[in-house]
T-cell receptor, first 114, second 114 residues
């Protein structure tokens, strides 16, 4: 069964540094998402992306964050200047159609900010 | 706006006993409802979904859930718990409110005793 793949599985970065988290969504999917899960807390929506533009974003997704689909297969989340509170598990998800389809999640990237 | 409330952050059952994980939702428009399972250090795996039609939905690993609109509930059940069911379970809702972001509950950790 096709999967959403995320790399790296664990990223350690110094505070203030830029970090890029990478995702390869399922190939025929059109909608892409990033979610965040701070340790011990619930999964929170960050942003959705369709047709090369952001379709919705949460209040968490401030100017430090950006997303991009640089080619036909990758979907990236960039954090420009990381803060300690950015430490979390970041999940990428994709869905074939927007309505009523479950989102398929990757295994996540654990981001640790030192 | 949508929200999800999972009653009980921890549930403990004996192997072979009934599993009941409670979920109540709030949505201003017809919701799509999901249960996801998360094993330690892994991503989110879809257990089952309700979109339209039959209100009793069956999922993987013997789980099922019933959508009760009058009670705004979507409780997850399994007749007989297995040790391998020990994990974190997330109820989630999405709806067409201009985007299809998924809103997650806080999660319920299921413990299964031998």
């Amino acid at each position: 069964e096709p999967e959403v793949t995320q790399t790296p599985s664990h990223q350690v970065t110094q505070m203030g540094q830029e970090v890029i988290l990478r995702c390869v969504p399922i190939s025929n999917h059109l909608y892409f998402y990033w979610y965040r899960q701070i340790l011990g807390q619930k999964v929170e929506f960050l942003v959705s992306f369709y047709n090369n533009e952001i379709s919705e974003k949460s209040e968490i997704f401030d100017d430090q964050f950006s997303v991009e689909r640089p080619d036909g297969s990758n979907f990236t989340l960039k954090i420009r200047s990381t803060k300690l509170e950015d430490s979390a598990m970041y999940f990428c998800a994709s869905s074939e159609l927007e309505d009523n389809q479950p989102q398929h999640f990757g295994d996540g990237t654990r981001l640790s900010i030192l | 706006a949508q929200s999800v409330t999972q009653l009980g952050s921890h549930v403990s059952v004996s192997e072979g006993a009934l599993v009941l994980l409670r979920c109540n939702y709030s949505s201003s428009v017809p919701p799509y409802l999901f249960w996801y399972v998360q094993y330690p250090n892994q991503g989110l795996q879809l257990l089952l979904k309700y979109t339209t039609g039959a209100t009793l939905v069956k999922g993987i690993n013997g789980f099922e859930a019933e959508f009760k609109k009058s009670e705004t509930s979507f409780h997850l059940t399994k007749p007989s718990a297995h040790m391998s069911d020990a994990a974190e379970y997330f109820c989630a809702v999405s709806a067409n409110t201009g985007g299809f972001k998924t809103i997650f509950g806080a999660g319920t950790r299921l413990f299964v005793k031998a």
